[in-house]
Structures are given as C-alpha cells and as structure tokens.
C-alpha cells in the first residue's frame, strides 16, 4: 500500500501511538479521520495536522457507534482503506486486592474498550473495505490492532489488561484467514512499555525502574517508533496474520 494512497482511521487518534501515527501519515500524504473520545485533544490534533484530517468523537466499545464513524469517515475522505486500532486502557488490579476482589465490572470495561472495542472497528472496516476496487494483487485494505508484550507476559496485577490484549493477539490469525478471499490484510502490533500520556506521569523511579527491563536500547519506547511499525506493516503486503513485537527485546517479569 502505497502511504500517499492511505484513507485511515485512527481510534485513540487524539494522543499517544495514535496521535504519533497520524502525524505520520499525513507527513506520507495520506488521509486521516481521528476516532476518540477527547473531544478537546481530538480539535488540537487536527489543528496541528491540517486539512487532510478530520476528527470524529467515537466510542469504540459502541458498535453502532464504531460503524457510523467509520462510514463518516469513508465519505468524509472519498473512501477507506486502512483502519488502525490504537484506543485502550490499563484496567490495572489485582484480582484479589486489599480491598477484595475485582470487580467484575472492571474486568469487563477492560475487555469492552481493549478487545470489544478493536473487533468493533475491525468488523466495521472490513464492512466497509470489502467494496473497494482491488489493486494489482488483490488488495482491498488492512486492518492494524494494537495489542501489548502483556498479552504473553502479563504481570501481577494485569489479568484484565493482558485477557484483553490475549484476545487480540487470538484473533488476528483467524480474521485474516477468513478476510483473505476479499484482500483485506489483518495484522496486530504489540508494544513494549512506551512513552505515552499513560506513561507520563510516573515518578522518575519508576520510569528509571521500567527502562532498566529493556535489553536495548534500555529506555521507553518512542511513539514515533511506533508509527514507523504501522508504516511497514501499511506498505509490506505480505505481512499478513501475525503479530509484530516492538519491544527492545523486553520480557516482562512476574512484578
């Protein structure tokens, strides 16, 4: 896929890896639709991006709200042909805390926004990509998820983030076998630790602590880095069905 051909939509667009990814894009030339729910950071996005993006305020754990967005969007840009999962939370506890134990209504808001909320987007896309005209070898679009090294190494504390982020590594094998007859690649990404606003406000200690996992370079992922994985996996149309780590060959211990 060509980057100046790219008609995207981003969720999580307004900050962090998805702010980074449409920065990046529309450095490419591509088309840009920001999908999230910071209204204010979606506006100061776009204003910095300029006219090739657009933001619309999106639930993604809303399936009706998911599709309308993304139809929006396709007519908004004259079409779509990639669309990029990168809303989520930590949804970080214990399962039994000092407080007891975890709600159930915990578990499943993780679940709802990481997991819920990438099949939403991913289903509606499809929908969407599945009309496109096929280019040389067959392509309709891709769909990009993001998922997290915690989906196989979660720590304590991260059961609800890590089943989540499990469930989007599980699915992109078989979205992609099924989605192949119409050329629509499905690909996931799982980042190490990464210098995101959810990341920002840790104590110095912490960040210090954190960097010291990573074998090399031992420091916090930049979301830069980020996009430049969303960009080759965008442009290399045999990565198809897998998961890509990015993460200075970091394991997570148990705590």
């Known amino acids: 896929m060509v980057l100046e ?25 591509a088309l840009v639709s920001l999908l999230d729910v910071q209204d204010e950071k979606g506006a100061a996005a ?11 305020r999106t639930d993604v754990t809303s ?6 967005s993304l139809s929006a969007a396709a007519q908004a840009m004259g079409g779509l042909n990639a669309v990029i999962s ?9 399962v ?26 991913a289903k509606a896309g499809a929908q969407i990509m599945q009309s496109n005209q096929p ?21 304590i504390g991260q059961a609800a983030y890590a089943a989540s982020k499990g469930g989007v590594v599980g699915m992109t094998l078989p979205m992609a076998r099924e989605l192949a ?23 110095d200690e912490v960040k ?21 994985a969303v960009c080759f996996v965008l442009q290399n149309r045999y990565m198809n069905g897998t998961v890509l780590r990015l993460d200075g060959a970091a394991r997570m211990p148990a705590k």
Do not use: W
């Open 46 to 56: 776009v204003a910095s991006l300029g006219e090739r993006a657009h933001y619309l």
């Open 208 to 228: 210090a602590s954190l960097e010291a996992m990573v074998p090399f370079p031992a420091r916090l992922g930049d979301p830069a880095e980020f996009a430049d």
């Open 181 to 203: 007859r119409f050329g629509i690649r499905v690909v996931a990404i799982a980042p190490g630790i990464f210098m995101t606003p959810m990341a920002g406000n840790m104590p």
């Open 96 to 121: 039994l805390g000092k407080q007891g134990a975890m709600p159930l209504s915990q578990f499943e808001t993780t679940i709802r926004v990481n997991l819920i909320g990438s099949f939403n987007v």
């Open 86 to 94: 990168c809303a989520g939370i930590l949804g970080a506890g214990r």
């Open 135 to 155: 280019g040389s070898d067959g392509e309709r679009g891709i769909i990009v998820s993001t998922a997290s090294i915690a989906a196989y190494e979660g720590q």
């Open 5 to 29: 051909q790219v008609k995207a939509a981003i969720t999580g667009a307004a900050s962090g890896l998805g702010f980074a990814v449409a920065q990046r894009l529309i450095r490419e030339g």
């Open 63 to 68: 399936e009706e709200g998911v599709a309308g």
